[in-house]
């Protein structure tokens, strides 16, 4: 068995809460934030409340799926209800789970809290996602089920971020691409803590603070500029470089491409819910990529796909199917620019 795509990181069980609350913005020196504010000392009512399974894996595996790619999940879950759960639901979509169950353990867990702004606080409880070992990976090597075109790399943690390592050099072995989406966790380690990856990646995901963070700049800093984030990402080892930044849009910069910077705006959608919305455009780019298609084709999938997820609850529920993210992108131009940096 051969794959276009096998992904690898958490496989989860969100909750979704939504309840009455206040959102704060604090200042420091060091940054400003929005926080989320409960009463302390009193009973807080959910106005909603909704179960359905999440994690960087699993997330950008479905959208992987319904784009049309045989795509695998590599992962750790528990014998437990959730894991079945999640076992389901990989099979529903069409999706290899080539990872592992433990007997011991649970499923990692999430919760996610909504905000008046339709912001949110994720709360994660990572469980076995952390213990992915390489070692329970060399039978599944030797029977050949790890044979893929791409890996793709979500943020691990403790074990599973030295089984990533191991991976990375799996994948340039094997001529194996990988595209790497290091969230805040990795990020703020610094690019030496995460050299052996960023070596042998081809395409490197990020938003505007993660990328400050990997280079050691303070996320506050707004004399860093985009452009300059993506030449020295560049000089780490990726050739393609994708920086998302909210509702300011994406950029992605690519080696070799004459120096050019791409940039896509959002349509400014009516939002429900952001959890996924991240997922959705960086799978979305790397299945166009894999499809072979241009730059600014990447970016319109990325972005059609984007919007529909956060015009719903949950991460996968609107994600599109190949035909629909055809449609969409038809009905609804988005403009791409290009600047030479």
């Known amino acids: 068995m051969s794959y276009d795509i096998i992904t690898i990181g958490s496989a989860t069980v969100d909750v979704f809460v939504k309840t009455d609350n206040q959102l704060i913005r604090m200042k420091t020196k060091s940054c400003e934030e929005d926080l989320i504010a409960y009463p302390c000392g009193k009973k807080v009512l959910i106005e909603q409340l909704d179960f359905m399974t999440g994690g960087g894996a699993t997330n950008t595996g479905v959208c992987f799926s319904r784009l049309g790619l ?9 014998k437990d209800d959730n894991g079945k759960h999640i076992l389901s639901e990989l099979k529903k979509e069409k999706i290899a789970f080539i990872g592992y169950e433990e007997k011991k353990g649970m499923t990692a867990y999430s919760v996610i809290l909504d905000s008046i702004e339709h912001h949110r606080t994720i709360l994660t409880y990572k469980a076995l996602s952390n213990q992915l070992k390489f070692s329970k990976l ?61 070596d042998r990646t081809s395409a490197l995901v990020l938003n505007m603070e993660e990328a400050k963070l990997l280079l050691g700049y303070k996320c506050e800093d707004k004399s860093i500029k985009v452009e300059r984030l993506v030449k020295e990402l560049n000089t780490l080892g990726p050739n393609i470089i994708l920086i998302t930044d909210g509702k300011n849009g994406s950029y992605c910069f690519v080696d070799g491409k004459k120096n050019h910077l791409y ?12 959890t996924g919305a991240g997922d959705a455009f960086t799978a979305s780019f790397i299945a166009g990529l894999i499809k072979g298609k241009p730059i600014e084709f990447c970016l319109f999938l990325a972005q059609a796909n984007a919007e529909s997820v956060i015009q719903s609850y949950g991460a996968k529920n609107i994600l599109l199917k190949w035909p629909q993210a055809l449609k969409e992108m038809k009905k609804f131009k988005h403009k791409v620019t290009r600047m030479k940096i």
């Open 70 to 78: 045989k795509t695998a999940c590599l992962g750790v879950i528990g």
């Open 138 to 198: 060399n039978n599944k090597i030797k029977k050949g089920k790890l044979k893929t075109k791409w890996f793709y790399f979500c943020t691990m943690l403790g074990e599973s971020f030295k089984t990533l390592e191991k991976l990375a050099e799996y994948a340039e072995k094997n001529k194996i691409k990988i595209a790497f989406n290091p969230t805040n966790y990795l990020a703020k380690e610094g690019f030496e803590k995460l050299s052996k990856i960023l």
């Open 263 to 274: 940039h896509i705006k959002p349509r400014g959608v009516k939002i429900m819910e952001t």
